[in-house]
C-alpha cells in the first residue's frame, strides 16, 4: 500500500510517495510564488499552481514505473478560492497572509464585541479571516462578487481539479471567522449580519473522509488511475500537527517554517481560553487543537542570513557558543506584522541593545531568540489555561537547526524532541490517508506507530533563568513598540483632521 500526497506551501508545490507504514519514499519539489499586486495582497494563480501539481506528480509517477496509489492526499497553505457557477476561477486564490481587508475587520469588530467574536469562531477578529475578504470583494470587486458561487479552499481546489467534486473540510470554515466551532456549524448571525450567503460554502467534511476519486480526464493528463480515492485532507498547518504528534496530551507541537505555529491536543471544550490563542476544530469528532499561528519565524531568519550574506550552518558553532541573549542584542522577529500571541498587525520588526561589538552570529541568534521567546508566551498562556505542556514536539524546516532546538529547551524548560520525519505535513496527509481506509484503527493509533523522535534537547537550567529574565524583556517591548505606534496613530489622525 503507497500513498501520494500533495502539499501546498508557501514558497513550493510538492509530491511524497508515502508507504503503507509511514515511510516517505520520494519527493518531488516545483516553486511556486505568491503574487503581490498590492504591498497588502497576497495571491496565487491557481491555473498556475496547477501546472506546478502536475509536474510534481509527473516526477513522482516517474520515480516509481508502474506503482499503484491506495489513495492521494492533499494539503496546502489556508488559502481561498472563488468560483462561478461552472466552476471557474473568478480571480487569483486569496492566501491566509493577505492583509487588504483591514477597513473591513474594522467594521466586524464594530459589529461584533471581541468577547462574542471569539466564543463563536474561537478566535480574534483578524484580516487574515475569510470573512473579512469577502466583504472586501463585495465592495471592491462586484463584478466578481455577483458571480460568485462556491468559495473553497486552496486545497479544495486541487481536489476538484482530480476529482470534479467541490467540497472542504472544518479547518478551512475554521480559519472563515463565521464558523461556530462548538456547535459545529456556520454561525447565522455572523452571517446574516455580514450579509454572506451560507450556499457558498460546501459542507466540511473530515479530513480523513474520501472527497471523490480520480476523474478520467485527470486520470489521463497526470498518470494516474481512474477510481483512485482523493481524501479530503486539510489545511498544511494543521495536518502537520497531526504528523507531529499532537494528539498526545501534553504535547505541544511547533510547525517551525516560514512562519510558525504552535497547538496542543484539548479532548473537550476549552471555554474559557485565553484570547490571545485560537481554539481549533479537532480531526477527531470532538476534540480541538488549541494555540495559534505566530509571525514571520523562518522568514526573518531567511532575511537576515541574505542581508548579512552568511548562513546559520555556516556560523552555527560560533551561535551556539554564545550566552543567551546574544550579549544583550533582542530582535522583534515578526517583519509582516504579530499573530497570536499579540494581533498587532501593525507590529513590525525591531531590534534594540545594538552596539559595535555585536557581529553577524549576533543577529541570527537573537532572531532565533526572539521567535522562542514570543513560543515562550504562548506556552504561558497554555498553561495559565489549563493545558500545560510537559514536551514540545518540533517539525518543518526549523526543526533541522540544532542550536535552534537547543535554545528552545533552555527558553522553554521542556524536553525538545525533533522528530524522526520532519515533512510533518506530508507525514499528516499520509496518516489522512490510511485513518481514511482502515477503519480498524483510530488516527492516534496509527500515528503512534508511524511518529518517531530523531533527537532530544534536555534544558540547562540555569540558562532557563537567564530567558526568564530575557522574556520580561522582550514583553516590555512588544509593549513600548504598540504604545509607541498607537500614539504615532493618533497624532496623524489629528494632523489629517487639521488639513
Not at 100 to 115: C, D, V
Not at 258 to 272: E, F
Request: with cysteine.
Amino acid at each position: 500500500m503507497n500513498f501520494l500526497v500533495i502539499d501546498v506551501g508557501t514558497s513550493a508545490c510538492r509530491a511524497a510517495v508515502v508507504s503503507g507504514n509511514g515511510e516517505i519514499l520520494s519527493q518531488s519539489r516545483c516553486p511556486h510564488r505568491i503574487d503581490q499586486p498590492r504591498p497588502s495582497f497576497a495571491e496565487i494563480n491557481t491555473d498556475r499552481l496547477w501546472l506546478a501539481v502536475q509536474k510534481v506528480i509527473g516526477s513522482e509517477n516517474d520515480k516509481h514505473p508502474g506503482i499503484t496509489f491506495a489513495a492521494i492526499g492533499v494539503s496546502a497553505m489556508l488559502g481561498y478560492v472563488f468560483l462561478d457557477k461552472a466552476g471557474r476561477s473568478l480571480m487569483p486564490a486569496i492566501t491566509y497572509a493577505d492583509n487588504r481587508a483591514t477597513a473591513e475587520i474594522k467594521k466586524i469588530r464594530q459589529l461584533f464585541p471581541e468577547e462574542k467574536f471569539f466564543a463563536i469562531t474561537g478566535r480574534k477578529p483578524s484580516p487574515l479571516l475569510l470573512a473579512p475578504k469577502i466583504m472586501w470583494l463585495v465592495k471592491h470587486r462586484p463584478d466578481a462578487a455577483q458571480k460568485l458561487d462556491h468559495i473553497i479552499g486552496l486545497k479544495d481546489d486541487i481536489i476538484r481539479r482530480l476529482s470534479g467534486n467541490i467540497q472542504t473540510d472544518v479547518a478551512h470554515l475554521d480559519y472563515s471567522g463565521l464558523y461556530n466551532i462548538y456547535k459545529g456549524k456556520l454561525e447565522s448571525d455572523l452571517l446574516d449580519t455580514l450579509n454572506i450567503k451560507q450556499n457558498l460554502f460546501p459542507a466540511p467534511v473530515p479530513a480523513t473522509a474520501i472527497a471523490g476519486s480520480v476523474s478520467v480526464e485527470a486520470a489521463a493528463k497526470l498518470g494516474l488511475i481512474h477510481g483512485t480515492p482523493v481524501i479530503a485532507g486539510s489545511s498544511d498547518g494543521t495536518t502537520a500537527m497531526y504528523g507531529a504528534g499532537v494528539l498526545d496530551e501534553g504535547t505541544a507541537v511547533l510547525v517551525s517554517g516560514t512562519t510558525d505555529v504552535l497547538m496542543m491536543y484539548a479532548a473537550s471544550a476549552p471555554r474559557h481560553i485565553d484570547r490571545a490563542l485560537c481554539v481549533n476544530s479537532g480531526m477527531v469528532p470532538g476534540t480541538y487543537l488549541v494555540g495559534g499561528p505566530l509571525g514571520l519565524s523562518g522568514g526573518t531568519l531567511q532575511y537576515f542570513e541574505q542581508l548579512l550574506q552568511t548562513s546559520v550552518p555556516r556560523l552555527e558553532e560560533k551561535i551556539d557558543a554564545l550566552p543567551p541573549g546574544s550579549n544583550g542584542l533582542l530582535v522583534l522577529p515578526g517583519l509582516t506584522g504579530e499573530r497570536a500571541p499579540y494581533w498587532k498587525e501593525y507590529l513590525t520588526g525591531t531590534i534594540t541593545g545594538l552596539t559595535l561589538d555585536h557581529k553577524s552570529q549576533h543577529f541570527l541568534r537573537a532572531v532565533m531568540e526572539g521567535c522562542v521567546l514570543r513560543m515562550l508566551r504562548m506556552l504561558d498562556i497554555l498553561s495559565q489555561d489549563r493545558l500545560p505542556a510537559k514536551a514540545l514536539n518540533v517539525v518543518g524546516g526549523g526543526a533541522n537547526i540544532d542550536v535552534w532546538n537547543r535554545i528552545r529547551s533552555d527558553a522553554s524548560g521542556l524536553e525538545v524532541r525533533k522528530l524522526a520525519v520532519t515533512e510533518a505535513t506530508s507525514l499528516g496527509t499520509a496518516l489522512f490517508c490510511k485513518a481514511g481506509l482502515d477503519k480498524s484503527r483510530s488516527l492516534k493509533e496509527i500515528a503512534d506507530e508511524w511518529i518517531n523522535v530523531d533527537k532530544r534537547f534536555r534544558p540547562a537550567k540555569k540558562h532557563t533563568r537567564v530567558y526568564k529574565q530575557l522574556a520580561r524583556r522582550f514583553e516590555a517591548q512588544v509593549q513600548f513598540c504598540s504604545d509607541v505606534d498607537q500614539a504615532q496613530t493618533k497624532i496623524l489622525k489629528k494632523k489629517a483632521k487639521t488639513y
